[in-house]
């Protein structure tokens, strides 16, 4: 049973688009929401993170939005460049507990 | 610089054997993490250690174990290898969220052990 639900698994943007990366949970509990970027070979790193009192976070290109009610949250890339092809993933955790959990990961391809 | 540390890049073990997966944080974080990563399935986590010698079981904790003696490491345990735990293995750490609600729990990844079962 997957605790956090991620769609798409592929993406192919042009450059210079918008890449949308939509994430939905069930956990009410859940009260942190990071984003994850991975390339090829590496270990995942932070992206972006939000908590639920607010419903948009803005950080350069990349923004999460955040609709508590709907138990979903998007990461938006604007005017995606080849160099963000890499594989996104989105997480939450709860406020009494540090567990990390994963969404099932999106491939983002920006072709030029 | 944060580091996580895995020791192995890539590992190949035979079916049966007991294979040893270890990790280092030089960050003094309490958290420490295993998942493992497949393809279309993503990260799932195997176990959780928020402190020396606590841990809780993850998604998938079936066929494996974990040790942390030390506040910088944690060892994944495969008991008897087998041929479906064939993967990438991810080990990350964190600071403690617990009483600081204010703080950010980034987790700090490893670049991960392959390892191949056959």
């Known amino acids: 049973q997957q605790q956090v639900k991620q769609s798409p698994q592929s993406l192919i943007v042009q450059k210079g688009g918008i890449s949308i990366i939509n994430c939905a949970y069930e956990?009410?509990?859940?009260?942190?929401f990071p984003w994850y970027q991975q390339f090829p070979g590496k270990g995942p790193a932070l992206l972006i993170a939000i908590r639920p009192d607010v419903s948009e976070k803005k950080e350069g290109r990349f923004t999460i939005s955040f609709n508590k009610s709907a138990k979903q949250f998007s990461l938006h890339i604007m005017d995606s460049q080849p160099g963000d092809s890499a594989t996104y993933f989105c997480?939450?955790?709860?406020?009494?507990?540090?567990?990390?959990?994963f969404g099932t990961g999106t491939r983002l391809q920006v072709f030029p | 610089d944060v580091k996580v540390t895995q020791s192995s890049r890539y590992l190949v073990k035979r079916t049966g054997e007991k294979v040893f997966l270890e990790c280092v944080q030089d960050m003094d974080h309490e958290n420490m993490f295993w998942y493992r990563q497949d393809p279309g399935l993503g990260l799932r986590l195997i176990y959780f250690?928020?402190?020396?010698?606590?841990?809780e079981k993850g998604d998938i904790p079936e066929g494996y174990s974990v040790s942390r003696e030390k506040k910088e490491r944690f060892s994944l345990i495969l008991e008897s290898a087998s041929t479906n735990q064939t993967s990438m293995y991810l080990c990350?750490?964190?600071?403690?969220?617990?009483?600081?609600?204010?703080?950010?729990?980034?987790?700090?990844f490893g670049q991960g052990t392959r390892l191949t079962v056959v």
């Open positions: 956990n009410t509990a859940f009260d942190y």
């Open positions: 997480a939450a955790s709860t406020l009494n507990t540090d567990k990390l959990i």
């Open positions: 250690s928020y402190d020396v010698k606590m841990k």
């Open positions: 990350a750490s964190s600071l403690s969220g617990i009483g600081r609600e204010l703080m950010n729990t980034e987790a700090f």
